[in-house]
């Protein structure tokens, strides 16, 4: 049996199964088992080469499976180049408990402090904030930092929560900025100011809200799912593989697209490579893992309804993503906030109208609180 060739084989096997079918409908379950139990001793020699012919093929798919994913991870790895900073200012270092955050500060050093925080997505840094720093800096003196795990700098393989990001805004603002600021945030890292702003208000003057989601108003929680998707993308072959899939050249276009930019005709391919170089840095898909599996979300309803910092959120009208009522959502939550929509723009609109945004902060951060 063992100089059967394979077709031969395979044929014998589908010939005897045939053959069998008829009589299978008319024995009992113990019948069943005991036509089993007698194949097995009597094809003993066949069971075996079968099980090591399959054994052996599937071993040969899941290996160049593997192989493939490695060589596809190596492959992207290699034709990315370090990323630099495109924004003009003074580059320092923070160093804190995790890891050296990269900052850069522009303007008077006597003007008022004003931050500007990233928001998440693939690839993402302080370089959203190109046509605005410039500006901004004639008035304040600017902060822009990338935040852990992005842009340039420290990226460690931890577990990245909401309260990492939290922290590290909160100890920044204390130790490198050292008196209250203007703080502009965007997207998912407004909650993590207004739960910064209402523990320690003293290092805050105003909040400016960029496109905040309203999920940050609601409570939240991990599924299962999440933590699976969060497991799934840690891992080191499949997990880089899917990530690498995930913020592909095409896939980023694709996001700047539906999510970020109303004009299409910003999504150059200066933006695309510079994004995708960002995205494809050791252990960016740590933080992407906790981002995808919701990890980073805080709900924040009960500190932004006790916030006495003065705030402004913004909008962009044609964010697909965003209710026309979610203005009125923060309003009810606390009456004193300022809530804006910017015409022809999506997420990214401080980019898509930056002389409209400029104008807005500046007059609001430029504003005199009264106690």
Known sequence: MCNLGLPRLALRCFAEFTLSEANVLSMTGFDLLIVVWLRKVKHTGEVKVGFTRTLFTSTLVVGGAVGAMALYNKFIERQVSEPDTVLKGEERRYPWKYGDIFYQVKGARDAKPLLLIHGFGPGASSYEWRKNVDALSEQFRVFTLDLLGFGLSDHPGIDYTAETFSDLISDFLKEAIGKPAVVVA??????????????????????????????????????????????????????????????????????????????PGLITEELVEYIYSNAHQSNDRYPAASMLSDNLVMDVREPLARLQVPVVAIWGREDVFTLPETGNLFKQVNRSIDTRLMDKARKQLQYEQAEKFNALVSEFAGETVTQ
């Open 186 to 263: 965007h997207g998912l890292t407004c909650a993590y100011v207004i739960a910064d702003a209402y523990r320690r208000p003293q290092l805050f003057e105003r909040l400016v809200l960029v496109s905040p989601p309203a999920d940050i108003l609601e409570e939240s929680f991990q599924s299962p799912m999440s933590n699976a998707v969060k497991f799934l993308l840690r891992t080191p072959l499949l997990g880089q593989f899917i990530y690498n899939t995930l913020t592909s050249r095409r896939a980023i276009r694709a996001y700047y697209d539906v999510e970020c930019f109303q004009n």
